[in-house]
């Protein structure tokens, strides 16, 4: 039988006292549920979202065709019918790409939805759970179904993350400096410390390396953050070690030198983590794989060389895979995995087919897909999110069909007011040391949503004297 799917539909009000300036919503593009002949409301979810940056969303779910690339399906998505934030003026939605979330009552996400093989309605569900990520400088590439060897440089590292549901990853260690023998470390656990790992989300969504601004409860000897400001200077690198293997982002990953920013970040007050945003997508193709529990994630040198795709092609490809043999994973306090815990074993050749799909790079920090929903369809342009999994398109309440209006709590309703709304948090896992999850589940192609999950960073501080 197949699933019964929901769409998530949502629009955006005035700022809450947390912003300075308002959300606009004639500035992005609101999807027009009363033209769309195979638009199913479900009033009866409705949904009360709360992000890292104080971010509200407010809606409703439903169901609706949706085309991302050369795939279509109906599928459940986000109606959003109030928002606080001024970061979503001039988008249209998010598109959640994370997986799967345990005891929600929310969509099931756009790429697993699709990829569904009792999904009748879909002709992506042949594909594999799988899909991978890169940028260059002015544009960036999403691959479905796994990822193109000519993308790569040698080969692919793979390792369970360390959550069931999120693509969290162990960091025990992250050095700065001119080169990794002279490298200072910024990440100094403390005999206090319970496990010597940090949990860190791999995220596109969020611009910027995002790095502890407090010794977290005295878990490490200092702030990783004021350490890298005091070290802070043009030409260095990072060195992050996930779950036992060390990876570079240059100097031109993290620095951005058209606007001479420092993309570089401290954590909100009560995150107690890492979030690995865009900088690092700039050298490395990420693959994530949701075919096994828990997910996994492949990690290749990008092929700079290669360029990416202007309009969706798809090619089949004799791919890695995970090997089959490997360690047992040792899981700390905060259910990460130990560092020298890799995965061993010879990886085995398999024929994949994968969908290339264009995606829009602004200024290198923010990453936007075009997607099309409702019939006939409406094209929208919403931001890709790999650290959140739900699907949202914008809606003016009072375009709602008078039907759909009368079932809807007043407060969905509401285009004006999010000051007073209460959003709930999604904790990544119960065990993770109060890393908490502030997002939206994505779940529906063909329409444009953006989310903006942590605010663009801004040089500051000692920082802010060496940004010319």
Not at 92 to 114: E, S, V, Y
Request: charged share 15%; with cysteine.
């Amino acid at each position: 039988m197949m699933q019964r799917l929901f769409l998530l539909v949502v629009c955006c009000g005035v700022m809450s006292t947390a912003f300075h300036t308002a959300y606009d919503p004639t500035s992005s593009r609101q999807f027009d549920a009363a033209a769309s002949t195979s638009f199913t409301a479900h009033t009866e979810i409705t949904f009360d979202l709360s992000y890292a940056d104080s971010t509200k969303l407010h809606g409703f779910a439903a169901v609706d065709w949706v085309e991302m690339g050369q795939f279509r399906a109906r599928v459940p998505v986000g109606i959003i019918t109030n928002c606080n934030s001024p970061d979503f003026n001039g988008v249209d939605g998010i598109l959640g790409f994370g997986c799967k979330k345990r005891r929600q009552n929310l969509p099931t996400p756009l790429f697993w939805a699709m990829t569904d093989p009792n999904n009748m309605h879909s002709n992506a569900r042949h594909i594999q759970r799988k899909f991978s990520f890169f940028s260059t400088q002015n544009a960036a590439e999403l691959q479905l179904g796994g990822y193109d060897p000519e993308t790569t440089i040698g080969d692919m590292w793979f390792t369970d993350t360390s959550s069931p549901s999120d693509f969290i990853v162990g960091v025990s260690s992250l050095t700065f400096g001119v080169d990794q023998a002279s490298a200072v470390e910024l990440i100094n656990f403390s005999p206090l410390a319970a496990s010597h790992n940090l949990p860190a989300i791999m995220d596109s969504g969020t611009s910027c390396l995002v790095i502890p601004g407090s010794n977290l409860d005295g878990a490490l000897t200092e702030s990783p953050f004021a350490k890298f400001a005091a070290n802070w200077a043009k030409g260095k690198s990072f060195w992050i070690t996930l779950n036992g293997k060390v990876f570079e982002i240059p100097f031109e990953s993290w620095f951005l030198m058209g606007s001479n920013e420092t993309c570089v970040q401290e954590t909100p007050a009560q995150m107690n983590g890492l979030l690995i945003g865009d900088v690092f997508f700039r050298s490395w193709l990420v693959q994530f794989d949701m075919t096994s529990a828990p997910p996994q994630i492949g990690i290749a040198k990008l092929n700079t060389a290669y360029a990416p795709v202007t309009e969706s092609v798809t090619g089949f490809y004799t791919l890695e895979q995970a090997p089959v043999s490997k360690m047992p994973l040792v899981r700390g306090s905060q259910s990460l995995i130990q560092a020298g815990q890799m995965m061993q074993g010879v990886p085995s050749p398999s024929s994949t087919e994968v969908d290339q799909i264009p995606v829009f790079n602004k200024k290198g920090t923010q990453y936007f897909v075009d997607l099309k929903m409702g019939t006939p369809a409406q094209t929208f342009t919403v931001i890709f999110d790999t650290g959140s999994s739900v699907f949202g398109v914008f809606v003016k309440p009072s375009s709602l069909p008078p039907g759909v209006r009368r079932s809807l709590p007043t407060a969905v309703l509401m285009e004006t007011s999010a000051t007073d709304v209460n959003g709930f948090y999604i904790p990544l896992d119960n065990t993770s040391m109060a890393f908490t999850l502030f997002a939206i589940n994505a779940m529906a192609l063909g329409a444009v949503v953006y989310i903006r999950r942590m605010q663009k960073a801004r040089p500051h501080g000692p920082l802010a004297a060496h940004v010319v």
